[in-house]
Each structure stands twice: as C-alpha cells, then as structure tokens.
C-alpha cells in the first residue's frame, strides 16, 4: 500500500515548528556523534562549565545554563555516579557546595570537546561566515 504523501501547507510558515525541526536536526547531529560517549548537550554543558570553573556552585552553573535547580542537580548527579566529577565544600565559601571534575571527567570532557568540534562544523558548513554572524545574534534575540 503506498502511503500519501502528507504536505504542510501553512504549517511549513510557523517559525517555531522551523526552530523545533532544526533544533530535532542538531539533536540527531548530536547523540550519534556522542552515542560513544554517553553523554547528553546538557551534561556535556555541565563538564565544560565545571572544567572551566572548577567550585562552581549548583546555583552558578544553574544560571549559566538557563536551567532550574532541579534539574541541574539532576545532571549533576548523573555525573557524579558516573564518576566525571565530585560535589565538595567550596574553597572560597565553605557553605557551598562546588562541583569539580574528576580525572576520569577530564579525560572524558577532552573527548567531548573534539566531537564538539565536528558536530560544530558539521553546523557551521551550512553558512557562509556572514549568514553565521546573523544567524547567531538572530537567535540570541529569542533567548534574552
């Protein structure tokens, strides 16, 4: 039995059904370069931001990422199970709790950082340097 072909008509005119496809394409780019990994955008957000500043707070890297408390804990303690990082007293505030990676989250975070540089340019091949430049202020509008 053929299947009919399903158009979308005035749907294809949505901006954010655009948006929710490109973002599904990036998604899919994504978790097939990072299957090896295991790791998700968020998580490796959370091992990139730790890295970079190691006692960050729960609070902190909530606020960086635009996420709520919950779920970075969440994250966070995926992570830790994994052994990639460690929650410790902060060196600066030793009410805080901050996160810091492991040697095994080190490693893994190099590892995530290459693919990050394909799946990058995987993205960016689509532009020329100009369309890049206003597609990323273009976005940054809907998110601040």
């Given amino acids: ?3 009919p072909r399903i158009t979308r008509g005035d749907l294809d005119r949505n901006l954010g ?3 929710r496809r490109a973002h599904g394409a990036v998604q899919r780019h994504f978790l097939d370069h ?3 990994l295991g790791l998700t955008q968020k998580q490796v957000s959370v ?3 730790t890295g970079d500043h190691p006692d960050l707070a729960q609070t902190d890297l909530a606020a960086a990422l635009d996420m709520d408390r919950a779920t970075t804990m969440a994250l966070v303690h995926g992570l830790e199970k994994r052994g990639l990082l460690v929650r410790r007293p902060s060196a600066t ?3 805080r709790i901050a996160f810091r990676l492991t040697d095994a989250g080190t490693a ?3 590892d995530a950082k290459a693919a990050i540089v394909e799946h990058e340019a995987w993205l960016k091949d689509r532009f020329t340097a100009g369309e890049l430049k206003t597609l990323e202020e273009l976005l940054a509008r809907i998110y601040r």
């Fill in 34 to 36: 990072f299957s090896e």
């Fill in 93 to 95: 505030d030793r009410r």
């Fill in 1 to 3: 039995m053929t299947r």
């Fill in 47 to 49: 091992l990139w931001l």
């Fill in 108 to 110: 893994v975070l190099a």
């Fill in 17 to 19: 059904l655009r948006l």
